[in-house]
């Protein structure tokens, strides 16, 4: 399917979708004008962390490509196509579209030069400045829901408005596993107003080194899978919200890699050897 027209287009009203559609291109592009082309530009930015002026010239120009991942990151076409993709390998792997149970937990993140401090701040706990991203994931390691706050921005604090959402949005929901950061009134709050039971994984006071935590790791494997999309290693975005979606883009990204066979993620545990 192409964006622009199919006929020729006067160069008056040529102009005027330049000027006013920036996502709708003339006729003379229309061969970088597919759906897939833009698409394939957005991941390449998510992947390999280059800048949108930065993109290869075989792309549609890239602030055409930028207003298209601005428009979709709007309306909510991003969020609609993640939640397909995830659905399907929900299915795939023999579990209900809805889940019952999710995992919390957070992630801080360097900020860039362009990062306002308005939106940004400091974790004493992780030394770093910047902002922080909470992940809500499904026992697959499937992203549920995604907020940015402020690095200096509790857990706790941050998770009301998420849990808040995903209870809206998921009404199955009945349990959610989180660290010892989410503790405190919070385990309180959500049994009496959301009907969540929160459990506190901790980890034990005389263990020394990594030790794999029951459920926690799974949250924990999908935040390095996030690590892996360069423009996710660092914050370079203005708005929270495109860092939001540059997350939802980059599992689309690895979802869509599942369901066409091309790599293992790791969803499900392989069966014992006999």
């Not at 890239?62 to 909510?76: D, I, K, M, N, P």
């Not at 604090?157 to 929901?173: F, N, Q, V």
């Amino acid at each position: 399917m192409l964006l622009g027209p199919q006929r020729p287009t006067h160069p008056h009203r040529a102009k005027h979708l330049q000027d006013h559609s920036p996502w709708s291109l003339d006729t003379t592009n229309r061969a970088l004008t597919s759906w897939h082309c833009m698409l394939d530009a957005v991941r390449y930015v998510v992947d390999n962390g280059v800048k949108w002026a930065s993109l290869p010239a075989d792309f549609p120009p890239y602030r055409r490509v930028h207003a298209f991942a601005r428009r979709w990151q709007a309306t909510g076409l991003l969020a609609e196509f993640h939640d397909r993709l995830r659905d399907r390998v929900r299915d795939q792997e023999g579990r209900a579209v809805d889940p019952t149970a999710a995992i919390v937990d957070s992630q801080s993140v360097r900020a860039a030069a362009n990062i306002p401090r308005s939106t940004s701040g400091w974790d004493g706990g992780k030394k770093v400045a910047g902002r922080k991203r909470h992940v809500v994931v499904d026992c697959l390691g499937l992203v549920l829901g995604v907020t940015m706050t402020a690095a200096s921005v509790q857990d706790r604090d941050a998770a009301i408005g998420l849990l808040e959402r995903l209870r809206t949005e998921y009404l199955s929901l009945r349990l959610v596993w989180a660290d010892g950061g989410y503790a405190g009134r919070l385990v309180a709050w959500a049994a009496e107003n959301l009907g969540l039971v929160l459990e506190i994984v901790r980890r034990c006071d005389d263990t020394t080194g990594f030790v794999v935590l029951p459920r926690r790791w799974v949250v924990e494997r999908t935040l390095s899978w996030l690590m892996r999309s360069r423009r996710l290693v660092r914050d370079y975005e203005t708005l929270p919200v495109m860092h939001e979606a540059m997350v939802l883009w980059s599992m689309t990204m690895l979802i869509s890699g599942r369901l066409a066979g091309r790599h293992s993620t790791g969803l499900s545990r392989s069966a014992p050897a006999r």
